[in-house]
Each structure stands twice: as C-alpha cells, then as structure tokens.
C-alpha cells in the first residue's frame, strides 16, 4: 500500500516542498525513515505512533517505509511530523488520497494528537503559494500567520483527529479572522526626552533617512544608550515587503505571536553573546542570529567594545553584503541581515578618556587590548563616528523639550521618498544599500562639491570603501535638505561624520 503528500522543509528562513511518500508493507512492526531526515524528523518515529492511535486511528502492524524526497535535502524541524503521518493514513486508505493532493501539510504533533504550536508555518505557507498549491493544513495556532499568504487557502486544525475529519468531510475548520487595521505607532520612548546633544540628534537623523551604520563613542552616563533607544521612534513605517520578511524572520526564530509584525525591530544583545547567537547558527538546526532578528530595524551593541573580537568581526559580511552566509555540519543556510547598526562604546576601560570633568586611571597597555577590539576594516564599515559630549548643567536642569519624533519622523520619510522615486529602477530604497558604483553614478554632485570630496581623499587618507561611504552619506544630507545635488555643505558634514572620535584613538587599532 502506498501514500504521498506534500510536507515542507524550512532551511534557513526559505521553505523547501518535500514529498512525502509511505509505503506499508510485509515485515515486522517498524517505521523506517529515509531521504536524510534531520535529528527532529527521526525523532517522530516515537510521536506519530502514539498520536495516531490518540485519534482512534489505526496504526498498522506492519513494516511502514517513509521517503523523503528530494534524497539530496537535508530535512530538519518537527514541522514533517503531520505530513508523514498523513502519508501512513493515505496508505492505510484511512483518508481518501483523492482529496489530499493540493494541499502541504506543516505542523508537529503531540502524543496525544494535538498539534503543536510549530516554528517556520510563514516560510511553510510561502512555499506552498509558491509552488502553486490549493491550501496547507497547519496547528490551530500557526493559522493566523499562514493566513498573511495571499490566494493561498488555511486550515487551522487542533489537532490530527480534525484534519482527517476535513479530509473526510466530517469536521469544517473555524474562519480565521483577517489581520486587523494597522495599530497607531506607540512608543514609550521619545526623542524629546533627550537634553542637549544636538549633534547627536542630528546624526540619529541622518542615519534614519539614509540608513547608515553609527557608533557613538562617550563616558559612561553621556546619553549614547538613550539615543540608540530613540533610533526607532523616528524610522519610517516599513511595508507591506518588509513586515512580511521580518514576521518570516520572527516565525523561523519560533518568536512570533501569530500576527504581521508591524513594529521595526530594535535587538539589543548582551556583550557576552556568542558569534553563534548574534550572527546565526546552531549544531543541529540553523536558526537567525540577533543580526537577522534585526532586518528592516536596529541593531544596538552596548558596550561594543566588551564584545568578543570574533563575534564583531563577523559583522562584515552582514554590514557590507546585508545577508549573511551561515555553514555548519547541518548545512548551508542564508538569512537576510539588513539592518542599522548601532554601536555604543566607552573611549576606555574606566570610561574617562578625554573626559574634562574626571581623570582617565587606565594605562596604556590596557587602552590598547581595549581599542585593539575594534579593527580597522570594522570602523571601516560605520558610517557615522561621534563623540557624545557629557551633558552639562545647563543642559541637565532645562526645562524646554526637545523636538519630538513625530516632526524628525517626518522629515526622514520625505527623505525616503526621494531615494525611493530616485532607485525605484534599482531595486534599493535607501542610499546606504547602493553598491558603490551605483552611489557614484546616482550622486548628482555639483561641481565643487566633487572637488571637496576629492581633496577630502588624501587629507583624511580615505579608503574606496571610506569614499563611498562618505558619498552616500552626502547623498542622505541632500536629501533631508531637499537639495537635487550634493553641495559642498553636504559633503563637509558627512566627512565630519567619517572621522573617528578623538577619544578612540586608532594608533590603538588593530
């Protein structure tokens, strides 16, 4: 006797379709699973006997082979344990074969039946659409999210007993209700709260129109984490696109809620993160790291320096390339990493580098393993260094409030809207995307200003990477300014942006 349906295999955050054949045939009692299924799929050899029979289903007592195909396709997650188990049931001509085909199965099961709440249901549902498919069957508390598939047909099942009553026409699933209206943006934090550092200020604006990379550099209580915090509030609101990608991300990473993510991300890692964890990985499963958690939003670094030196090293595939390669004994797997890169960081051990207000204690050996953290080809990739000045009384004790996030918000969407209409053939929707090529043909430089630049090459011994670099930043201030050419102006701010904190002194840079 002989079954198929369709199952599907998620690598990465891309889910791959999988068919799911079984024979049942002469031979002791046994399940025998073949076609490279991960450590999770063999372990549903000891689930799928127990749930069937918890749906007063039969088992048969005979010899049952599983294939799964492709061979070539390295299958992992409990996500396959509801297609093979429907795959038996075909065999045993419990369900009608007929009515199965058009349809991907997804989801684990429990002993008892039910189905399990299940990571990757998102990517699952893509790849059903994408191949065409009527439907996917998925547990109960995956449906809302498969649902954000469109012309794709959801059926949200508690448990086994219920998808076999569909396929029977015994059991009709509950309508599942459609997203709802986009919620009000509501942050508990706000730009206004900030006192004083209006350079810092500036520089967060600058880095939310263009998207570029920034590393604040201060003492200890100077403000840089209460910026870096207030980074999202002045984001644009992401589309459609982009929340899909980012909910796939969370889906994946079993960190999903069952709704379209709406908010751009802010992740905030510990220094004591491993490389694994913050850029992606794992022994038996690849899962996103906190650099792709972070797609389409922010990701703050405190402390950076604190960091291990390998960990922060591998931000440069990411930082430059916005996706990042992970290969273990598992596989290969390629997640998205595009993302804004906050790093906070004292100039010092003590914190007290530079500091007019306190004396610096630490030696120089010490400054140097501190700084020697932060490599050349690393700093290379941020565009926007800055010292955050101590606050002072003045400043501490003012009474007047700041500019809100909603007016800086709106002048960053504007800014937005120009690189939109700009790249709209391209492909790219912010200036710190472009390629470097692609950056110096889209500039739109005057004359004088093209001149500064190169002039700026040698006096600030910028590297093609560091001139690119400034070029878009360029680009960005020119936008906010709502100027069709850079100007001069434009390119003195980004170069004062280029330079590295005084207090972080690169003699000390490995």
């Known amino acids: 006797m002989y079954g198929k349906v369709t199952g599907v295999t998620v690598v990465g955050v891309r889910g791959h379709p999988v068919t799911v054949e079984s024979h049942v045939g002469r031979g002791l009692p046994s399940l025998t699973l073949t076609g490279q299924p991960g450590a999770a799929v063999q372990d549903a050899r000891d689930r799928i006997r127990p749930a069937i029979e918890s749906a007063k289903l039969e088992w048969p007592l005979r010899r049952v082979v599983v294939n799964l195909v492709p061979g070539n396709l390295r299958k992992e997650g409990p996500g396959l344990d509801l297609p093979v188990a429907m795959s038996v049931l075909a065999a045993t001509r419990q369900v009608p074969s007929s009515r199965l085909r058009g349809w991907a199965f997804a989801g684990e099961l429990s002993l008892r039946g039910s189905l399990v709440s299940t990571p990757g249901v998102l990517s699952v549902a893509i790849a059903a659409a994408r191949q065409g498919l009527r439907g996917v069957v998925v547990p109960e508390a995956n449906a809302a999210e498969a649902a954000l598939v469109e012309d794709l047909e959801v059926v949200g099942a508690p448990a086994l007993a219920e998808v076999v009553g569909f396929f029977r026409g015994s059991w009709t699933p509950m309508p599942i209700p459609g997203p709802g209206d986009d919620p009000q943006r509501s942050h508990l934090v706000d730009l206004s709260e900030i006192r004083g550092q209006a350079q810092a200020r500036r520089a967060l604006e600058v880095a939310a129109a263009g998207g570029h990379n920034v590393l604040l550099i201060g003492s200890p209580g100077a403000g840089k984490t209460m910026l870096a915090r207030r980074l999202p509030t002045i984001l644009p609101a992401m589309s459609?696109?982009?929340?899909?990608?980012?909910?796939?991300?969370?889906?994946?990473?079993?960190?999903?809620?069952?709704?379209?993510?709406?908010?751009?991300?802010?992740?905030?890692?510990?220094?004591?993160?491993?490389?694994?964890?913050?850029?992606?990985?794992?022994?038996?499963?690849?899962?996103?790291?906190?650099?792709?958690?972070?797609?389409?939003?922010?990701?703050?670094?405190?402390?950076?320096?604190?960091?291990?030196?390998?960990?922060?090293?591998?931000?440069?595939?990411?930082?430059?390339?916005?996706?990042?390669?992970?290969?273990?004994?598992?596989?290969?797997?390629?997640?998205?990493?595009?993302?804004?890169?906050?790093?906070?960081?004292?100039?010092?051990?003590?914190?007290?580098?530079?500091?007019?207000?306190?004396?610096?204690?630490?030696?120089?050996?010490?400054?140097?393993?501190?700084?020697?953290?932060?490599?050349?080809?690393?700093?290379?990739?941020?565009?926007?260094?800055?010292?955050?000045?101590?606050?002072?009384?003045?400043?501490?004790?003012?009474?007047?409030?700041?500019?809100?996030?909603?007016?800086?918000?709106?002048?960053?969407?504007?800014?937005?809207?120009?690189?939109?209409?700009?790249?709209?053939?391209?492909?790219?929707?912010?200036?710190?995307?472009?390629?470097?090529?692609?950056?110096?043909?889209?500039?739109?430089?005057?004359?004088?200003?093209?001149?500064?630049?190169?002039?700026?090459?040698?006096?600030?011994?910028?590297?093609?990477?560091?001139?690119?670099?400034?070029?878009?930043?360029?680009?960005?201030?020119?936008?906010?300014?709502?100027?069709?050419?850079?100007?001069?102006?434009?390119?003195?701010?980004?170069?004062?942006?280029?330079?590295?904190?005084?207090?972080?002194?690169?003699?000390?840079?490995?």
């Not at 280029?498 to 002194?505: C, F, G, H, K, V």
């Open 240 to 510: 459609r696109e982009e929340a899909l990608e980012v909910t796939q991300l969370h889906s994946v990473a079993g960190l999903l809620q069952g709704e379209l993510v709406r908010e751009r991300p802010f992740r905030s890692p510990h220094h004591t993160v491993s490389p694994a964890a913050l850029l992606g990985g794992g022994s038996a499963y690849l899962r996103p790291g906190e650099v792709s958690l972070a797609t389409h939003g922010v990701l703050f670094l405190d402390e950076f320096t604190e960091f291990r030196r390998d960990a922060i090293e591998g931000l440069r595939q990411p930082l430059e390339d916005g996706r990042v390669v992970v290969t273990r004994m598992a596989g290969t797997a390629e997640f998205p990493a595009r993302f804004t890169l906050v790093a906070a960081a004292n100039p010092c051990p003590c914190g007290y580098r530079g500091d007019a207000s306190r004396r610096c204690m630490c030696r120089d050996d010490r400054i140097g393993v501190y700084t020697a953290k932060l490599s050349g080809p690393l700093l290379d990739r941020v565009d926007i260094r800055l010292t955050v000045p101590r606050l002072t009384k003045q400043e501490l004790l003012g009474q007047e409030p700041g500019e809100p996030s909603a007016a800086v918000r709106e002048r960053v969407e504007e800014a937005r809207a120009r690189q939109r209409r700009r790249y709209v053939d391209l492909g790219s929707f912010c200036n710190a995307q472009l390629p470097g090529p692609v950056a110096r043909r889209e500039a739109r430089m005057s004359a004088s200003a093209e001149s500064l630049l190169a002039e700026a090459v040698d006096r600030h011994a910028l590297t093609g990477r560091g001139f690119d670099r400034v070029l878009k930043v360029a680009r960005t201030i020119a936008d906010l300014a709502g100027s069709e050419r850079v100007e001069p102006d434009h390119v003195v701010e980004a170069l004062a942006y280029r330079q590295t904190p005084s207090a972080l002194e690169l003699e000390h840079v490995g």
